[in-house]
């Protein structure tokens, strides 16, 4: 593995290219991009492809890459532009990206707006709240999230989260009649460190579960593109999503072992399947439905 830093106006961009460059195979790199998580959230999913030249990254802001444009919120649209800007970096070419949460919101928007960027995106789990039937009642759970970050703390909004993001079906009157979920019940802190820049429970993200992809300008990019959902998302929020932008896009999904996080160990939190994950995962780049 080399890393590297990419010195943009606004952000240092770290990189780290695991494989030759140009490549062994003469595929295109394979990509990794999450958001709100950094490149150490991958190395499951890097180590099973030691066939590939994989490149991961940290998004501006996060890990190791620093922001110098005085903001603290994240938007698809500057994600997109910063992503890219390390796609040309390489000097590879297009590449084939697999990108999950955020990361695969980012990914629409970047594939919108460079479409000759990337040859297949498999868009791991997008998190649009605003397109589910009942987009209303998402965003007000996801307000009644932040409200609960910051005025508890880091522990009680985690817990809110987990509660919200593992809610199945819609967002009833009865999800909203529901205690606050105390922190200790998923091994969480109760204490309160006095931080509130988390870019998962604050609003800072927003800006990222708020997007609406560009159907028309993905559809014309040269971009084959796959909605992925996890076996176990199929009835919770992400999966939810899945489909809603798999029906905005005209497309079916595509379904892959395991959860959110199905391509990781055990490391952060609930562990995935990352040896199915990774064999479905090359499958669909190579072409399988």
């Not at 195979?25 to 958001?35: E, T, W």
């Not at 903001?71 to 697999?98: N, Q, S």
């Not at 997007?211 to 929020?237: C, M, Q």
Request: proline share 8%; aromatic share 8%.
């Amino acid at each position: 593995m080399k890393t590297y830093t990419l010195t943009t106006a606004d952000a240092d961009l770290v990189h780290d290219v695991h494989g030759p460059l140009p490549t062994a195979d003469g595929r295109p790199p394979l990509f990794l991009i999450a958001q709100p998580m950094d490149a150490s959230g991958f190395a499951a999913l890097v180590a099973r492809f030691p066939e590939r030249t994989v490149v991961t990254y940290d998004p501006r802001g996060l890990g190791r890459s620093v922001r110098r444009d005085g903001r603290d919120d994240y938007t698809p649209e500057t994600l997109a532009d910063d992503a890219h800007a390390v796609i040309e970096a390489l000097g590879a070419g297009p590449v084939e990206m697999f990108a999950s949460s955020g990361g695969a919101v980012v990914a629409l928007a970047l594939v919108a707006k460079y479409p000759d960027a990337v040859t297949v995106l498999v868009a791991h789990e997008p998190p649009l709240i605003t397109l589910t039937p009942d987009g209303p009642a998402a965003v007000r759970a996801r307000a009644a999230l932040r409200e609960t970050y910051e005025r508890r703390g880091w522990g009680a909004g985690m817990a809110a989260f987990i509660a919200m993001t593992s809610w199945e079906g819609e967002f009833t009157d009865a999800y909203f009649a529901q205690p606050e979920p105390d922190p200790a019940t998923f091994g969480l802190p109760a204490g309160d460190d006095g931080s509130r820049d988390d870019p998962l429970l604050s609003d800072r993200s927003w800006a990222v579960t708020d997007h609406r992809p560009d159907a028309g300008a993905i559809n014309r990019a040269a971009t084959r593109v796959v909605v992925a959902v996890g076996e176990e998302s199929r009835s919770v929020l992400t999966g939810r999503t899945s489909d809603a932008v798999a029906g905005l896009l005209g497309l079916a999904v595509t379904v892959f072992p395991s959860h959110h996080g199905g391509f990781a160990d055990g490391e952060f939190g609930y562990p995935g399947k990352p040896d199915e994950f990774a064999h479905r995962l090359r499958e669909v780049l190579d072409g399988a439905s």
